[in-house]
Structures are given as structure tokens and as C-alpha cells.
């Protein structure tokens, strides 16, 4: 099994009812980002997961737009993040403590991220 096809399967885990359209994007973010590059496929594809539904489907961006600290602006969107990962099927919810900078590690900040 490839890289890719690790990342998916694990993909497919936490979110089983991710539309395909958005599984390839979350892959392609996992396999781009340098700060995934060594992370296990698990560890991979959740914290891709968590980025994409971050800057896609939440305020987040605009909050930093608006001069918010990355932390104010995560704890701001935190419901509304959990409730696009639960409809995606994922069992696993982020909590308020895992929304400071140093709690979680997912490259969503970096500047060639989109």
C-alpha cells in the first residue's frame, strides 16, 4: 500500500461519509503539507481532515482576516468545525483545549496552504 492509499483508507475511517470530492482534497492536502510529511497515515489524514473542514467550511479565515489570534479565531469556530466533522460521519469531535496553537499541530497556518 502507497502513501496515498494509506492516507485514504485512514480518510475513510474517520469520516465515512465525506463526499469524494472533498476525501481527494483532504488527501491532497495530507500529502502536500511538509508538516505531514512523517506524520503515520492516521495522524496524517485527521489533521488534514480537521484543516480543510477548518478553513472550507468555517468563519475561521475571516476571523484571522479580522485581526483575531489563531487561537481566539479556533475557539470561535470550534462548534461549527465539530458539527462539519460529525456530519462527515467522524466520531472524534476537537475539544476547546486542542484549539490552542500548541495543543495541535495541524500545518493549517502555513503560508502555501490554502
Known amino acids: 500500500m502507497n502513501r496515498r492509499e494509506a492516507v485514504a483508507a485512514a480518510l475513510a475511517q474517520l469520516a465515512p461519509r465525506l463526499p469524494e470530492f472533498e476525501t481527494e482534497a483532504v488527501i491532497d492536502r495530507a500529502l502536500a503539507s ?4 512523517n506524520a503515520q497515515a492516521p495522524n496524517a489524514a485527521w489533521l488534514a481532515l480537521v484543516a480543510y473542514a477548518r478553513h472550507v467550511f468555517t468563519e475561521y479565515d475571516a476571523l484571522l482576516d479580522e485581526g483575531y489570534d489563531r487561537d481566539s479565531a ?7 468545525l465539530n458539527a462539519v466533522l460529525a456530519g462527515w460521519g467522524s466520531r472524534r469531535q476537537i475539544s476547546d483545549a486542542e484549539t490552542s496553537s500548541d495543543a495541535e499541530t495541524a500545518p493549517d497556518d502555513e503560508p502555501d496552504d490554502t
Open 74 to 80: 479556533r475557539h470561535f469556530i470550534l462548534d461549527d
Open 34 to 37: 511538509p508538516g505531514l510529511r
